[in-house]
């Protein structure tokens, strides 16, 4: 794996990772996000429809919540995730947790840490958590490492302790995985710990890159776990200790005005379970990226019959839906839509916003359809990986401040 840096405005890079995977043959364009999967699968869609969407990243996330049950099956299958799964042509990136999943805290031990899949909890040793990595067979993994400091209320001592458990675990896995034959070319990404606490971010970060990893991965920094004021202070301080020849994944942070922030402190990758949210509370993307807009969709919003103000509580609404919604997206299951036959997105390119409106999808969401998922998924997927490529074009074109104002609109 090497990245090349073709622009670097202040902190913000704009790049590519070349020679990704065994045989070399992928690249990955950055800034970027991951592919979003639920044991191997992206939820709602099959491979082939999947296959039919535009701007799919070229790295699959997947998570040890949702595979960490199945080790018995991919071991004696012998041929990893990816072709288990049907992954042939990507990059397979192994993280620990699933930041869509819930995951109760205080689990975490000296020597384990839990993953928590269909069947409960999972306590993994480093060992058990090697050995698994061995069964999967991604090209990149990020090592073991003790995330439960996530809680605003962690104590200092117990955010140390577990910046000291991380770097002990890389250390271990490092170890294991120079002695797996299986793992043999795969990138193993060490991980930054440390809570809220500036310091122990500083030390993590220090630590982890003395140590030989391929690329770093910084943990806790959920959008409910703090502030995207104390979030970009902690990233800014993290990336000062790390080295500019290797790429950076942030985990836990996926709406759009957070990810523009975390880009410009120097973040490269992140994860892309956000339009999976979304489509699971029934709702759509419809915030603008578009910095040469189509002259139709400009007239539709300079006469006012687009744009939507972000409407206050109604009754009869889902609160939990309304608290969860984000300035991004909007909610289908809002009885409004049941007679509105304009696409999801006005100039929406992808498959749903060509062939279907929203009182369609109103209709399915209410009559508890599983094509609303599937369609609501293809539309949130194209428009949030078109985000990114549109981020990447604006770094080119020096014009992020541009798009950063566009974004910050919310929906249209």
Request: contains cysteine.
């Amino acid at each position: 794996m090497r990245l090349e840096l073709s622009r670097v405005l202040q902190q913000c890079r704009r790049g590519v990772l070349l020679d990704l995977g065994l045989g070399g043959e992928h690249r990955m364009e950055l800034p970027g996000c991951l592919l979003y999967t639920r044991c191997g699968t992206v939820p709602h869609l099959t491979h082939h429809t999947l296959c039919t969407l535009k701007h799919l990243p070229a790295v699959t996330q997947i998570t040890l919540d949702s595979l960490a049950e199945h080790q018995e099956v991919l071991e004696e299958f012998q041929e990893g995730v990816g072709r288990f799964a049907g992954l042939k042509d990507t990059v397979i990136f192994s993280s620990l947790h699933d930041s869509a999943a819930p995951h109760p805290p205080g689990y975490s031990t000296n020597k384990t840490v839990s993953v928590w899949g269909s069947g409960g909890r999972i306590e993994l040793t480093v060992a058990q958590y090697m050995a698994l990595q061995k069964a999967i067979r991604p090209h990149w993994y990020q090592s073991m490492a003790d995330g439960d400091t996530r809680q605003p209320n962690a104590t200092r001592k117990k955010v140390c302790r577990a910046v000291d458990r991380t770097l002990s675990h890389l250390d271990e896995c490092l170890s294991l995985h120079l002695k797996t034959e299986e793992l043999r070319g795969t990138e193993i990404f060490g991980v930054v710990e440390g809570g809220g606490v500036l310091e122990e971010r500083v030390r993590s970060a220090r630590e982890t890159a003395k140590r030989p990893v391929g690329g770093f991965v910084l943990d806790g920094f959920h959008t409910e776990a703090m502030s995207q004021e104390l979030r970009g202070q902690l990233v800014a301080a993290v990336i000062k200790e790390l080295p500019e020849d290797k790429p950076r994944v942030l985990l836990g942070v996926g709406h759009p005005d957070e990810v523009l922030a975390c880009v410009e402190a120097g973040i490269d990758l992140f994860e892309g379970f956000f339009p999976f949210q979304v489509t699971e509370r029934g709702c759509a993307l419809s915030f603008s990226y578009t910095l040469d807009p189509d002259p139709e969709s400009t007239v539709f919003e300079r006469n006012g019959t687009e744009v939507e103000e972000i409407p206050e509580h109604r009754e009869g609404e889902n609160v939990e839906i309304q608290e969860q919604m984000t300035r991004f997206e909007i909610n289908l299951k809002d009885k409004r839509y049941q007679d509105d036959f304009r696409p999801l997105v006005v100039g929406c390119g992808c498959y749903c916003c060509r062939n279907h409106q929203r009182a369609y999808l109103h209709h399915l969401l209410m009559t508890n359809e599983l094509l609303a998922g599937v369609l609501l998924m293809v539309h949130n997927l194209e428009h949030y990986h078109g985000f990114f490529c549109s981020l990447r074009g604006a770094l080119e074109s020096d014009r992020l401040d541009a798009l950063k104002r566009t974004v910050l609109q919310g929906r249209v």
